[in-house]
């Protein structure tokens, strides 16, 4: 046993055995937070794929609303320039559905085009749902 200056003394035998102090590990922090860093970026590439750049990106703007259709303008930017169809709905004031539609948007990268929307009744809110490779 090796005294260091400013270490307490203790009579032998009186305390049990004593214990060398262990080697601290100084590589077990930067270990872990590799593998927290990995596993972030990991995830943070998982999220980006599937939420981050959508391939379809629709917007619709109301043009003209009767108590049986609304002309909508339907926007849609691809990152793909090949034909694709986007689901688009209408909904009265309580929500429901009064109107659906699957519209062919053509080829191109940002493709605008006008569309009639039949409605069972007066619509208050028209939406895209989304779209896919036609």
């Known amino acids: 046993m090796t ?3 400013g270490a307490p003394v203790f009579p032998p035998g ?3 055995r004593r214990r060398e ?3 601290v590990r100084r590589w077990l922090p ?5 593998v927290a ?3 972030a970026f990991t995830l943070v590439g998982r999220l980006y794929g599937r939420y981050g750049n959508p391939p379809y990106q629709p917007q619709v703007t109301v043009e003209q609303i009767s108590d049986s259709s ?3 303008r339907l926007t849609v930017t691809k990152r793909d320039t ?3 169809v986007c689901r688009i709905q209408a909904k009265d004031r309580s929500g429901a559905e009064v109107g659906y539609a699957e519209v062919p948007v053509g080829t191109g990268g940002t493709v605008s085009l006008r569309y009639p929307l039949a409605t069972t009744a007066r619509a208050d809110a028209v939406e895209a749902l989304g779209c896919r490779h036609a």
Request: glycine residues 8%; positive net charge.
């Open 37 to 39: 860093l990995v596993a």
């Open 21 to 23: 102090p262990r080697p």
């Open 82 to 84: 090949g034909p694709a």
């Open 14 to 16: 009186r305390y049990g």
């Open 3 to 5: 005294n260091t200056p």
């Open 70 to 72: 609304v002309a909508v």
């Open 30 to 34: 930067a270990v872990l937070v590799a």
